[in-house]
């Protein structure tokens, strides 16, 4: 059973660039369709972005369209998230899910694989 992992989060200035890193242990990444979540204190979990299995078909949360960046390099088993233009507003723990089937949804439920998520801290 793959075991998924994040790492790249930290602490940023408003502006400043973050690449976030979801790797994967136990399987390979090949066959899963990845997506990003992110939750702040106090809030739901929430879609950031989606990525399907092969790389081609890239979908994105309205506030960080134009700011990420979702990709995925099956050969080096790993997908990463490029965050631009940080903003207070992204503080969050991120977390990296995966699905066989799903490739995009905005419930949590409907992904089976799940990291420990990766702490974002976005000062102002």
């Known amino acids: 059973q793959v075991q998924l992992e994040e790492s790249g989060g930290g602490l940023v200035q408003a502006g400043g660039s973050l690449r976030l890193s979801c790797t994967a242990s136990?399987?390979?990444?090949?066959?899963?369709?990845l997506s990003w979540f992110r939750q702040a204190p106090g809030k739901e979990r929430e879609f950031v972005a989606a990525?399907?299995?092969?790389?081609?078909?890239?979908y994105y949360e309205d506030s960080v369209k134009g700011r990420f960046t979702f990709s995925r390099n099956n050969a080096k088993n790993t997908a990463y998230l490029q965050m631009n233009g940080l903003r207070p507003e992204d503080t969050a723990v991120y977390y990296c899910?995966?699905?066989?089937?799903?490739?995009?949804?905005?419930?949590?439920?409907?992904?089976?694989?799940w990291g420990q998520g990766t702490q974002v801290t976005v000062s102002s």
């Open positions: 136990g399987g390979t990444l090949t066959t899963y369709n």
């Open positions: 990525i399907d299995w092969d790389g081609i078909k890239t």
């Open positions: 899910a995966g699905d066989k089937t799903t490739v995009q949804s905005w419930f949590a439920d409907d992904y089976d694989y």
